[in-house]
């Protein structure tokens, strides 16, 4: 077996990476975090670099690289500009999902999502569940050829700037997870309807709440099997939730790079503030931390590219780093002082894009039962199933 590390092509990838994100993303890039789309010229130079199509086979105009390259790009975009990996994790994740799918699928729905034509949302959480993504009420009744949808999906990222939603459903709602499946639905569909969620972070992933009104769809948008939905989406989750951690690391590794540059300008009492233990440890024990939780990630990705099985790794992952961060980032507004706390500086706007990713694709609560249930077995667990 292969050992953990990065090869000289990851090396030279993240330089790519991190130099296109300093020139081109970071300008501008503090007053962009509160508009409410995801800039156009953003996507179609992302595209047009290559990055939209990183996992994707070069059949549909994908890269075909692994998720350790994408890792690292991720990272890279997200010390420059919060959207930017959001922006090219978005192919990764339904390139993943639409393995799942039939060949006629993958060539009508991958090559406009890695060129920059085509923006995806997801539709899984509704008002009355999210961690629990088996008891989903949204409803998808066959009728022939055709599924009636009926049902609310919220909250929904890119939904609002969106071309199409990946919509789970009961198609059959007495069979619990197994009763789940997936189904693609264009937004122009007669019956669907789109409402701003405005949001503290993340604000230009512009979300939303979705509404099914009799919506019918063609049987051939399912995605995969009847009934098998649930556990595509388990399995997507096993790798992007590990990706949203490495962007809730390049979030808080910027921000503390601006810190230390900050505290060995700013004085009190006669000399640089970084020269007091209580600002230069915190400064040197925020370093280890992000750099344990990077290796975390990596060593998370490279499991997954190895074909090992990387579940409790992937939980351990998302129920740690993301509050890690934003504890990171809020030391980082304390040690700046009011003009962390001010708009004009992108620190407190960080700190709420890293917050909703202690809530996005599971919660730090939900990830602990998954890793008590690999390492002490289900029948530890504190419910029955």
Not at 205 to 211: H, T
Request: hydrophobic letters at 40%; one cysteine or more; charged letters at 25%.
């Amino acid at each position: 077996m292969a050992e953990f590390g990065f090869s000289e092509d990851h090396e030279v990838l993240r330089a790519a990476a991190e130099k296109f994100a300093m020139q081109e993303l970071a300008p501008g890039a503090n007053e962009r975090s509160t508009q409410d789309r995801m800039p156009e010229w953003m996507i179609k130079k992302i595209a047009e670099l290559g990055y939209l199509g990183m996992t994707a086979d070069e059949k549909y105009g994908g890269q075909g690289m692994d998720m350790l390259s994408v890792g690292v790009v991720a990272e890279a975009f997200a010390k420059a500009d919060i959207i930017a990996p959001h922006i090219m994790l978005t192919p990764t994740q339904f390139s993943i999902l639409l393995e799942s799918g039939s060949e006629e699928q993958r060539q009508q729905l991958i090559p406009p999502l890695i060129s920059g034509e085509a923006i995806y949302a997801l539709g899984l959480t509704e008002p009355s569940c999210g961690t629990d993504a088996a008891a989903i009420k949204m409803t998808a009744v066959r009728d022939g050829d055709y599924y009636i949808l009926n049902g609310e999906k919220t909250p929904s990222t890119r939904a609002m700037q969106g071309t199409g939603v990946f919509v789970w459903c009961k198609t059959d709602p007495t069979a619990g997870a197994r009763g789940v499946s997936c189904i693609y639905v264009p937004f122009d569909t007669p019956g669907v309807s789109r409402y701003e969620l405005p949001y503290a972070g993340v604000i230009p992933l512009n979300c939303a709440s979705i509404f099914f009104d009799n919506v019918r769809v063609p049987v051939s948008n399912r995605i995969g099997e009847e009934g098998k939905g649930f556990y595509m989406i388990m399995d997507r989750f096993d790798v992007i939730r590990v990706l949203l951690c490495l962007v809730t690391i390049g979030q808080a590794q910027v921000s503390l790079d601006e810190v230390t540059e900050h505290v060995k300008q700013r004085t009190a009492f006669g000399k640089p503030i970084g020269k007091f233990e209580a600002v230069s440890f915190k400064i040197a024990e925020w370093s280890t931390r992000l750099e344990a939780a990077r290796l975390m990630c990596y060593r998370t990705l490279w499991m997954r590219d190895q074909g090992i099985r990387h579940v409790k790794e992937t939980a351990m992952c998302k129920s740690y780093i993301p509050k890690l961060c934003f504890d990171c980032i809020h030391d980082c507004v304390l040690l700046m002082g009011h003009p962390g706390y001010s708009t004009e500086f992108p620190l407190s706007q960080r700190m709420l894009n890293v917050m909703g990713w202690e809530l996005g694709d599971g919660t730090a609560e939900a990830q602990k039962l998954i890793i008590v249930r690999e390492l002490m077995g289900r029948e530890f667990l504190p419910y029955d199933k």
